[in-house]
């Protein structure tokens, strides 16, 4: 594994450094449901999974006629 032969300082390693910031995050509003989310991320919305407005998963539970909740 190849190593330095001489130490680099410490501005150098700084300079390097500077690129990385802590950025904050971005959110949007679905014009479907009205939730706020973070961009380019599916979100659930009561049992919903939408991404970009449209239903990718749907988790809802299914009643049927004859069927009663208990």
């Known amino acids: ?17 500077t690129h990385y910031k802590a950025e904050a995050e971005t959110w949007s509003v679905d014009q479907t ?3 706020s989310h973070l961009r380019h991320r599916a979100h ?3 049992g919903k999974l939408f ?3 449209k239903v990718v998963v749907d988790k809802t539970p299914v009643v049927t ?3 009663t909740k208990q």
């Open 33 to 35: 449901t009205g939730e």
């Open 1 to 17: 594994m190849p190593n330095p032969k001489r130490r680099h300082s410490q501005q150098r390693g700084a300079k390097r450094r």
């Open 51 to 53: 991404y970009r407005g």
């Open 65 to 67: 006629e004859g069927e």
């Open 44 to 46: 659930w919305v009561e």
